[in-house]
């Protein structure tokens, strides 16, 4: 799978904030992926200025 720079995804996530300011985003993880991927990918939402984000889990 490819890998967007940060840069590209902090522009591509604040110009649809900007259309859509009271957008929710979803960050699902699958198991295979890192925890540490997961906090990358909050921390680039964040620096974009996002101040709703939700974590999708898997039912127990």
Known sequence: MDQLPSEQVIAEVKRHLQANPKTVFLIGGAKEVPYDEIIKALNLLHSAGV?????????I
Do not use: A, E, F, I
């Not at 101040?51 to 889990?57: D, E, I, P, R």
């Open 51 to 59: 101040k709703s984000v939700g974590l999708m889990t898997q039912p």
